[in-house]
């Protein structure tokens, strides 16, 4: 609800700035801010007729509604919530970033009350500061001895190698997506330092990422236009100014806007490979392949920085628990799946275009480089930005069937990305069974976790787009029955609905004008547009909370307690992490208790650890 009133609140907006120039009317000024706040880039009026006021508008609305933009608002309220709550956890965590080392007599010191306060059962306050600072700053250091003087719960403690967690003092073996499971007060305090310095790690890199990539765009598209003696007359010619149309094409190319100051898109600039190719790296690195190139980076700057850093550490826990920090950072195998889902679409797209449409004159004529970066630049166009080389209303029928379906699909690989590494959501969809199920599902074919979310996503979707259809056929009845209008036929408004759905922004136009199909429409059918795009921008979003947005509570420890009751871990599908699952009763381990703990067999023992760990909640609380 927060994400429909945050792209409601700007659409809004957007309008009530842009209509007082009076040279549009306001359902056409709503249009456009809906069209901004949504990225889908569709227009009903031509963008190089406003005024520049307008434009300017227009430009900026979309970076503050990008999803890269929201998704780090969100990084930075889950920093605050961690400074506000944790108080003693950040003043730690930013002592060890301003000296980067902690003596080892101080950790000597510190384990020495940690075996303590294990032991006895208390502590005093100055040893209990001294064991919070140092686990927020995840220095601490494990001694030879650790496990006989300090037994704590092993729900999730395993003898191995540190090298799996070496940002912790203790062997954690996390379960699915990172949950850990049955851990101390000392130990979740621990996990909470590394998790609030990896926040603003990577706060800093997302910021940095953000601001490049925009600057990048401006290096590349401005100077290229400027110096150019082809194509600075065709800027000129739809009176505008050339570093402006600069400015304003990289960032709508970045932030998938799909519009630029020339009233046929790209199609004066076939020629021109040299921002084709830039925008077509923008468009990629803004949207579908944003997951991919931020966790490279994450990757290189892992490499590149030097080990057993604080800075090191807080690289490898996101590279590690990358669905703990951030909504649209996916593990290592999720993270290549995604990209080879990119890859296999855009060739794809290539191909179909080339292929069905080797007789087009327009096509045919070019040289094979320029179809090549032609195809290059459409293919990732069609699936985000909307941007169009080419006329579309003259290509083969089975190139634009290609096209809707691809356009309704462009959000599924990152929404079923951010869904299938979402414990809470496999929950929420019945993959993630309880204990009591085990023997019944092993010998039960699971059911496929993509199969289950594409079945649910078409659920949710073909009902609204076909409602819009079925409104705006009866809105535009008499003008879709005319024999006379060859182009205001009933393929082209579902191309235009499934565009607005999909907020891509291609559209097959109209024969009388520049603007896209939807700017010949009646009022209500633009309103129906404009609900398919609000609608249309909410569909890659969880359907359950997602842990990479959860605020810091109790309240999320007792969550990830009671997933200890559910471990049985989904099957594997594609692009699946395998891992190693490690939870109280797998394989026939028996979880280590505290110290007086009694149970019945390796359920009872399960129980009363969760019962303990609960009662220690409540005493820290």
Sequence with gaps: MIHYAYILLWTIVTSVIIYPAKNV????????????????????????????????????????????????????????????????????????????????????????????????????????????????????????????????????????????????????????????????????????????????????????????????????LVPWIMRSTKYGPVIRQAGQGRPWWGVFTAGSAFNDFGLTMTPNSMESFQQAAFPLLVMSFLIIIGNTAFPCMLRFIIWILSIVVRRDTPLWDELRFLLDHPRRCFTLLFPQKATWWLFATVIVLNV??????????????????????????????????????????????????????????LMYISVFPIA?????????????????????????????????????????????????????????????GGRLSISKLPSFNIFAVFFEIVSAYGTIGLSLGYTTGNTSFV?????????????????????????????SVLLPSESIHKSELAQAEEHIPLNQCAGGDQGTHHFPGAAGERPQLPHGAVGEGARGEHRLGIGTALSTLAGAS
């Design 416 to 476: 079923i990305s951010v869904r299938r590494t979402n414990v809470y959501e496999e929950r929420s969809v019945g993959v993630y069974s309880s204990a009591d199920d085990h023997e019944q599902e092993r010998n039960t074919k699971q059911p496929s976790y993509v199969g289950i979310h594409l079945r649910r996503q078409l659920g949710s979707d073909l009902w609204y787009i076909f409602l819009g259809l079925f409104i705006i056929a009866i809105v535009e």
């Design 348 to 405: 794809v797209n290539m191909v179909v275009l080339v292929v069905l449409n080797l007789d087009n004159s327009e096509i045919g004529s070019m040289s094979s480089g320029t179809r090549s970066v032609v195809s290059l630049f459409q293919a990732c166009s069609t699936r985000t930005a909307g941007f169009s080389i080419i006329d579309l209303s003259n290509l083969h029928p089975g190139t634009l069937v290609c096209y809707l379906v």
């Design 25 to 220: 009317s306001y359902t056409d000024a709503l249009f456009f801010g809906c069209a901004a706040a949504t990225q889908s880039g569709l227009n009903t009026v031509d963008l190089n007729d406003m005024r520049t006021y307008q434009q300017v508008v227009i430009y900026c609305v979309p970076m503050v509604t990008s999803p890269i933009f929201i998704h780090t608002a969100v990084v930075f309220v889950r920093i605050y919530w961690f400074e506000k709550r944790f108080q003693h956890l950040v003043q730690s965590a930013r002592t060890i970033r301003r000296t980067g080392t902690v003596s080892e007599s101080s950790s000597s010191d510190v384990e020495q009350q940690s075996s303590k306060m294990s032991s006895n059962g208390s502590s005093s306050s100055n040893g209990s500061s001294l064991v919070n600072d140092d686990i927020a700053a995840g220095t601490s250091r494990r001694s030879p001895d650790d496990s006989a003087a300090n037994p704590q719960p092993k729900v999730v403690l395993e003898a191995g190698s540190r090298d799996e967690t070496p940002y912790l003092s203790w062997n954690a073996r996390p379960g699915r997506n990172s949950t850990f499971i049955g851990l101390n007060e000392a130990q979740r305090d621990e996990l909470g330092g590394i998790e609030y310095r990896s926040l603003k790690t990577l706060a800093v890199i997302l910021i940095s990422y953000y601001l490049f990539f925009h600057v990048f765009g401006l290096i590349c």
């Design 519 to 547: 700017g010949h429409f009646q009022t209500i059918s633009k309103l129906v547009i404009i609900a398919m795009q609000i609608r249309g921008r909410h569909r890659g979003l969880p359907y359950a909370l997602d842990r």
